[in-house]
């Protein structure tokens, strides 16, 4: 009678395994960890209004930090992300309330906008394979100028105002700015809008082509060429999707709070990019999680809201900051170097 014995590598893979392979792991033991010391620090973080709170804080944050993501996981960076949301509002601003278009027209014109602006950044990258760093804060300085030149020259300040008296604000305000009641507590609508965003970007990395490509292009493009990858194709789509994301954002913004200064967004890229490298992504590409990324915001959004709950002095936030890019950093490294020997 002869005993036949299972090569352990064919049998299941230990819970353990399954889990350090995702990674986005690290990012959920942090926001875990955010959470219960907020939560015992002060009563009203946990409570449904504080709920609320947090989660606003985190949602334009966490929609612009998910697209971020996609970029980076691709090998890219793109520092215009974040005057561009800006850039965005001032567009449909002005078309609303200086040239009297309907405000869904004048989405749509800086939707075109951001659209046309992301296609060009990922062109010239493509093109003339600069780094992606130089050529993004070449477009951010550009934005920077042309949003407070050209508002102070149709304004003659440096602020946009007057949406809620423009046709067509209250459907537009109602999609993009209005608020959602979950057990007598108003929940802004940004929040379904972040869901929404994580979920189809999840499903595009995990579920399509598209989503082998980024991961292609981004661990090496030459190779990926090599096996037929659209490389051109695929950045210039990324690159679009985060100026798609920064326009979200910047509807959002201009809908809820109906003014916009030309000088908003700066410094926000550098935020985006903190948590999705706090959600799993790497600084080289090929490695990241959409879903980590937005627990990443989570985790901004927990700790800016929980210091001034807890009515700290609200600069401990930068220290917070720091500290969690470092171990971040740290523990992704641990767990891709784990992840690499599971796999194996």
Do not use: H
Not at 121 to 128: A, E, F, I, P, R
Not at 286 to 307: D, E, K, N, P
């Amino acid at each position: 009678m002869t005993t036949t014995t299972l090569d352990e590598r064919l049998g299941k893979p230990k819970l353990m395994d399954r889990l350090v392979v995702r990674p986005e792991i690290g990012a959920l033991l942090g926001a875990a960890v955010v959470f219960l010391f907020f939560s015992l620090v002060t009563e009203k973080f946990f409570s449904a209004s504080g709920a609320a709170t947090w989660l606003d804080d985190a949602a334009t944050l966490g929609i612009m930090a998910v697209a971020v993501s996609l970029l980076m996981i691709g090998g890219e960076f793109d520092l215009s992300a974040g005057v561009m949301t800006a850039s965005t509002s001032l567009v449909t601003a002005i078309l609303a309330t200086q040239a009297g278009w309907n405000v869904w027209l004048a989405l749509l014109a800086s939707l075109v906008f951001a659209l046309v602006v992301g296609a060009f950044n990922g062109w010239l990258v493509m093109k003339t394979g600069l780094p992606s760093f130089i050529v993004t804060l070449g477009t951010f300085l550009a934005l920077q100028g042309l949003n407070l030149g050209v508002t102070r020259l149709v304004t003659g300040t440096v602020q946009v105002s007057g949406m809620r008296s423009t046709d067509g604000y209250a459907s537009a305000g109602f999609v993009f700015a209005s608020t959602v009641n979950i057990g007598g507590t108003p929940f802004q609508i940004s929040i379904v809008w972040w869901i929404g965003v994580t979920a189809v970007a999840a499903w595009l990395l995990s579920r399509t082509r598209f989503g082998n490509w980024i991961f292609a292009v981004g661990g090496s493009a030459a190779s990926s060429r090599a096996v037929g990858v659209p490389v051109v194709r695929t950045k210039i789509l990324l690159f679009m999707g985060t100026a798609l994301a920064a326009w979200l954002v910047g509807s959002i913004n201009i809908l809820r709070f109906a003014s916009v200064q030309a000088n908003q967004g700066i410094g926000l890229e550098f935020q985006y990019i903190i948590a999705a490298v706090i959600g799993g992504c790497l600084l080289t590409g090929g490695y990241g999680s959409a879903v980590g990324a937005a627990i990443g915001a989570l985790i901004f959004g927990m700790a800016r809201q929980g210091i001034v709950f807890a009515g700290w002095d609200s600069d401990w936030f930068m220290l917070f900051l720091g500290i969690m890019l470092l171990a971040a950093v740290l523990v992704n490294n641990a767990f891709r170097r784990r992840a690499e020997r599971v796999r194996r």
